[in-house]
């Protein structure tokens, strides 16, 4: 199987796409550290900890190699909190990455199940299909059935790393919102922490004096863990209790390095409701809560919409490291409209390439069944595909050292009408060759130098080689000699 | 049927889908139009001979309506140069639209045969599906069979403007492409106005000292026209002559008002070839092309790239403003990315919101298809629907009046769980309604106050509706009213 297989799936051994050596080892990092732990009786087991004692641990040395960036800037990112290793110390089959500026553009796909749709299997399908084409990290939303059991299994299953919202498992054993409390809400993390989670979105931000703001809102709440807190706080009379508790959580984080992804709770459901007081007022109290978690040492990332008009993308990315100090910006999408149910993928891999463009540091994915539906296992691939698109498209505009190498080599083949080379380096090499295959199947057609487009008598590219040659003989101008980034491109996918 | 439907199909008669009424007199308009002529010798068709002379045609009459701004408004854009209104007089079944960037943005889908795949009602079928999903040009690049043949069809079936690349037929008609000749070409051009095509696309600007300049580039030339003439100029070691002749090109184009769409011969094939000096060195060509086609009062809009990344695009606008003067731009993507074959209508899509929102005035669609072979009828409705889209977005971020209503109201039947409205709203009907049905088919969930992806516990606009209730209660903040969009918005989809 070709194709992006940046993972190994399942043991965390071996090599990968990316052409580095998946550690071996975890297990023994995390051991001794925990020996260390022992001996000093420092239990904080952050990345960020460690990263501020001036350590260099060996996930900030793995990342920095898959990075191609040295393991002191990966430090530095880190101990400064724009950087994240999201890397549960329970999270063993884990093949650490990261989320920052300073590193390349990621992506993350959410899968779970829902009460009325899909099972454990399901889930795991999903899983693997996300993390072959490209996903690099995972969210469990599981809101249906045994969902300690499905996450168990999805953690057990993933080199990538896993995060949830701890709040639908805490509502999942109530049986009204209001019936929710800190006490519940710590029982829930502290057993998904030990389980090896390795991020939690916790809606801390949305007070309730910033509720009335939603009033003039045409989809007022869209944020799943904003409206649950919203409904808890109206029905009390009473703060977010994760606002009032927030030292307690930061604890559960620090022992077991989960890292925080401060949900937004009060993002923009429509364009109409982008960039709004409530959606400002709240991303402040995050900033606040940012600078709160880093007094421990604690790893944090910020939450963005959405839907977001075009014109206002950048500002959403400047707003959000002006107020949170540029800890590491991951947003969902965002559409640029909402018109098109069916086709979210599209109206948001064009926010989310402009996003990640103007650097945010991971772009959440959306499938076409976006708003419809739960995504099955075709949805979450045409999400992966679509954002793999954004993410790099994102990692080209903002020159990131090689981002272009594949491009130029995949340019290069197709001008050169090496039609094998050219589906092996792109994203879904089954799909580009199914396509070419669709009208010239043969093997004779895989070094034609035209496709069913135009035809020999109408390419271009076969009368651009002949204008090569006249600017060869007449101007003695030579051709870009590529040979050695095609080579390493396809050296990286086979 | 619904959907888009922006247009009767065929017949060029009865009500459509945005409101307004598809005249059914352009045929008298021409004949009272000739009458004139016949009276005062003057032959020139053209909008723009019109406009500057201060009168207002049928045609700008019917735009103006059709995109909600004065009459006057388009008549003096029209005379500027900055809006064109691309309608041959003898394409009686035209539905007059308008190119510019003070009208909504457009989209054009690309159709046509090969010498290897594709015939007439294969084609007719295309042109359908780009209409009903919302293409506002077509343009026929068939290249095999019996083109004109497929080009009358074409014409008598199409209410949208027919744009084609002259050159092809030129082309198909002689052994090799150094056999090619101004006479012929004339002849060719000729016919085709004639027959009613209301633009077209002609390399006139890819002169012989700008071949040196791509020896340089990943993929040299990739446009088909540009390519036919940088061969035919190294073969014969002469200027491009349709450069040379260019004023004998505009008297045909004046005589039945065909616009011109000047041809990016030297457009970049990736995205390591964007924004070079052979691409700026054309354009700046181009814009002396466009003055020496204004001085006959003939129409003209230029051709833009392509492949370009995300930090380039702004650029290619402001230099075509600047070295064109504001004549519309109508650009093809641009593809942020090379890596995607198979998704090419995503990555160009991202590129084409962008400079839609920059200015660009029309967006030529890319189908998954691209690179790898001659799209169909599925492809030709992907691209239609990413690029509708990418067209709506861009009018958002401009801010074009009335450009988010509809968004407004998809998203407040969203709010309000009014699920057939919202896929009623949306730009693919049937599409949405699968997706929903898939999980949910009963009609019971049509009204549910949730859908597969949360299901009735965990669904965030549920919680929500009881937060209004608290606001309305406790502030006395009440929801917006947007009764009055969603029955508009309600009435332009049925």
Redesign the interface.
């Known amino acids: 199987m070709s194709g992006n297989g940046q993972h190994t799936h399942g043991n965390g051994a071996g090599a990968n796409g990316n052409g580095y050596k998946v550690p071996t080892g975890r297990a023994e990092w995390i051991v001794k550290r925990k020996a260390e732990a022992e001996r000093t009786g420092d239990w904080n087991m952050s990345q960020m900890h460690f990263a501020r004692k001036g350590l260099i641990t060996e996930e900030m040395a793995f990342v920095a190699q898959k990075e191609k960036i040295s393991a002191e800037l990966v430090r530095s990112e880190v101990a400064k909190g724009t950087m994240i290793i999201p890397a549960n110390i329970n999270h063993v089959e884990l093949e650490p990455m990261a989320i920052g500026v300073e590193s390349l553009c990621k992506i993350n796909a959410n899968i779970g199940n829902?009460?009325?749709?899909s099972n454990v299997d399901e889930e795991l399908r999903k899983l693997h299909t996300a993390v072959h084409f490209g996903a690099d990290t995972v969210m469990d939303l599981s809101?249906?059935g045994d969902i300690p059991m499905i996450r168990e299994q999805i953690l057990r299953h993933s080199p990538v790393p896993i995060g949830t919202v701890p709040l639908?498992e805490a509502?999942?054993r109530v049986k009204r919102?209001e019936d929710l409390n800190i006490d519940l809400y710590l029982e829930v993390i502290e057993e998904q922490a030990q389980q090896g989670v390795d991020y939690f979105t916790i809606h801390a931000g949305v007070l309730i004096q910033y509720?009335?703001l939603?009033?003039?809102?045409?989809?007022?709440?869209?944020?799943?863990g904003?409206?649950?807190m919203?409904?808890w706080m109206?029905a009390h009379h009473k703060q977010n209790f994760l606002y009032e508790n927030f030292d307690r959580i930061t604890k559960v984080m620090a022992k077991y390095d989960v890292s925080y992804s401060l949900g937004d709770g009060l993002r923009p459901?429509?364009?109409?409701?982008a960039s709004d007081e409530a959606q400002f007022a709240e991303l402040k109290t995050l900033g606040e809560l940012t600078r709160q978690a880093w007094k421990s040492d604690v790893q944090v990332m910020i939450e963005g919409p959405g839907h977001v008009?075009?014109?206002k993308i950048k500002e959403q990315v400047d707003k959000e490291v002006e107020l949170c100090d540029g800890a590491p910006f991951y947003v969902l999408g965002p559409l640029?409209?909402?018109?098109?149910?069916?086709?979210d993928?599209?109206?948001s891999?064009?926010g989310a390439?402009?996003i990640g463009?103007h650097g945010a540091a991971m772009l959440c994915y959306v499938t076409?069944?976006?708003?419809?539906?739960?995504p099955?296992e075709k949805d979450v691939k045409d999400g992966i595909?679509?954002y793999?698109?954004?993410a790099?498209?994102?990692d080209?505009?903002?020159?990131r050292p090689g981002a272009?190498d594949?491009?130029?080599a995949?340019?290069?083949a197709?001008?050169t009408f090496d039609w094998d080379k050219?589906?092996a380096?792109?994203?879904?090499p089954d799909?580009?060759r199914?396509?070419?295959d669709?009208?010239?199947p043969d093997d004779y057609y895989k070094e034609a130098a035209f496709?069913?487009?135009?035809?020999?008598?109408?390419?271009?590219?076969?009368?651009?080689?002949?204008?090569?040659e006249?600017?060869?003989k007449?101007?003695g101008?030579?051709?870009?000699d590529?040979t050695q980034i095609v080579t390493e491109q396809m050296a990286l996918r086979s």
């Open positions: 829902s009460a009325l749709v809101t249906g639908y509502l999942s919102v509720v009335p939603v009033a003039k809102r045409i989809t007022g709440i869209v944020s799943r904003g409206a649950i919203a409904q109206t459901g429509c364009v109409a409701d008009p075009m014109d640029v409209t909402d018109i098109a149910p069916g086709y993928h599209i109206t891999a064009i390439a402009m463009w076409p069944k976006e708003h419809l539906g739960l099955n595909i679509a793999k698109i954004a790099h498209a994102a080209i505009a903002r020159h272009r594949r491009d130029d995949i340019s290069h197709r001008y050219q589906f380096l792109s994203l879904d799909t580009a199914g396509m070419h669709e009208t010239l496709c069913s487009m135009c035809g020999p008598k109408f390419c271009s590219m076969n009368w651009s080689s002949k204008v090569d006249f600017n060869a007449e101007h101008l030579k051709k870009p590529l």
